[in-house]
Nanobody, 123 residues
Framework: QVQLVESGGGLVQAGGSLRLSCAVS????????IGWFRQAPGKEREFVVA???????YLTPSMKGRFTISRDNVKKTVDLQMNRLKPEDTAIYFC?????????????????WGQGTQVTVSS
């Protein structure tokens, strides 16, 4: 059974940092791409960043300089480091997995999803 479990969300002041983690089980992790998405209240789900099996990454341009992604193929986790957070970063953050050697960046390309973790940035 495939499971993706996000952790690390919470409440932080603007300018602060959070590190989200996505723990994956039930998949051949080393040949799996992982993406992070977010959904703010009343808005559509939005792509944030993805990392391929070979650690190629793609980050939404507006988030460059603040967000970074990394993976640990031994621990089977993917972390999203978020710095200089802004109130508009407030959302539920989801990780998703796709068995591929590519780097998918749209939600419809992903096969499995976690339940999400809430990130709230206060002004």
């Amino acid at each position: 059974q495939v499971q993706l479990v996000e952790s690390g969300g919470g409440l932080v002041q603007a300018g602060g940092s959070l590190r989200l983690s996505c723990a994956v089980s039930g998949l051949s992790f080393s040949s799996t791409a992982i993406g992070w998405f977010r959904q703010a209240p009343g808005k559509e789900r939005e792509f944030v960043v993805a990392i391929s099996w070979s650690e190629e990454t793609y980050l939404t341009p507006s988030m460059k300089g603040r967000f970074t992604i990394s993976r640990d193929n031994v621990k089977k986790t993917v972390d999203l480091q978020m710095n200089r957070l802004k109130p508009e970063d407030t959302a539920i953050y989801f990780c998703a997995a796709r068995r591929t050697l590519g780097l998918p960046i749209t939600g419809r390309e992903y096969e499995y999803w976690g339940q999400g973790t809430q990130v709230t940035v206060s002004s």
